[in-house]
């Protein structure tokens, strides 16, 4: 079973990031947002790597929730998401995630944010989210 | 049915999480990865444009497991499929030689939802030595959902 530090919480745990996940996550006090999940066999490619969409994946869900708490959990949609992948990522470890907000406008939100596992990058990732309903 | 563009008659595929009918046209591509395995299955197509060039088309049909909490499909999903789809193109055009993901590119139109078949048109752009150029375009119903544009190195060269 996952060992669960105090503060952290399974996240949009539905649908697809209950089924891929559950992907845990805190906001700190910076208003960044900090989310690791447990690698399992269901996540590699077959090089027996993390798979890319994996850790897209999981990029998309810790940039989506720091752009969350930026706008007070307004709804929402990724517009844009932007990923290099830097290293591979082998099975059994913790991967790790951590995202910011760079500019907040009236109707988008621009973030980033990167995939890691102990003291390697995987992914790094930009992006920018529509408030919905915002003009 | 034509053999799908994954086929390999050495491999033995790994089955995919959920069964879910083929789409007319389409037939089921054998899968190598398990991230894929677990999210598909995967369909896919070749087609002869209007231009006169082969076209790898790819599909998966969209369910639960692929949902956000608004009950659109996850961009994550999208991302996935866009790796699956726009990896398979980069596998072919390199005669199998093995390749990974550089970087991807995603812009997202609209939100597909459940039991929609999301479509996707591989285009190879360009081809140096050691990396791909690779796009993808994303429908559901003829609607364009999503863009992609992806850069795949080669192993080892």
Request: with cysteine; aromatic share 10%; charged share 20%.
């Amino acid at each position: 079973m996952t060992d669960i530090p105090e503060g952290y919480a399974p996240a949009w745990n539905e649908g697809f990031n209950k089924y891929v996940g559950p992907f845990y996550g805190k906001v700190r006090e910076d208003g960044s947002v900090h989310f690791f999940v447990e690698m399992r066999n269901e996540h590699l490619n077959g090089a027996g790597m993390a798979h890319g969409g994996f850790l897209m994946a999981f990029a998309d869900a810790v940039l989506g929730t720091a752009v969350n708490t930026a706008i007070d959990g307004a709804p929402s949609a990724t517009m844009t998401l932007n990923t290099d992948f830097i290293t591979a990522a082998k099975p059994g470890v913790r991967i790790e995630s951590e995202a910011n907000v760079t500019r907040r406008t009236r109707s988008v939100v621009f973030v980033q944010g990167r995939v890691y596992a102990g003291d390697k990058t995987l992914l790094t990732a930009t992006g920018i989210w529509k408030i919905l309903g915002a003009k | 049915m034509t053999e799908s563009v994954n086929a390999d008659p050495n491999m033995k595929a790994i089955p995919s999480a959920r069964a879910v009918d083929t789409p007319k046209g389409y037939t089921e591509t054998p899968l190598w990865d398990p991230f894929e395995a677990f999210m598909g299955p995967l369909f896919d197509k070749r087609i002869i444009s209007e231009e006169g060039e082969e076209e790898l088309w790819m599909a998966f049909r969209v369910d639960d497991r692929h949902l956000n909490t608004r009950g659109v499909v996850h961009g994550g999903m999208l991302a996935t499929f866009a790796d699956a789809t726009l990896g398979s193109l980069a596998w072919n055009a390199t005669g199998r030689e093995p390749c990974v993901t550089l970087s991807m590119q995603m812009n997202f139109l609209k939100g597909p939802h459940e039991g929609d078949l999301v479509e996707c048109r591989t285009k190879l752009t360009r081809r140096t030595r050691s990396v791909l150029f690779v796009a993808g375009e994303f429908f559901t119903s003829g609607d364009l959902i999503m863009t992609a544009s992806s850069l795949w190195k080669i192993i080892g060269k």
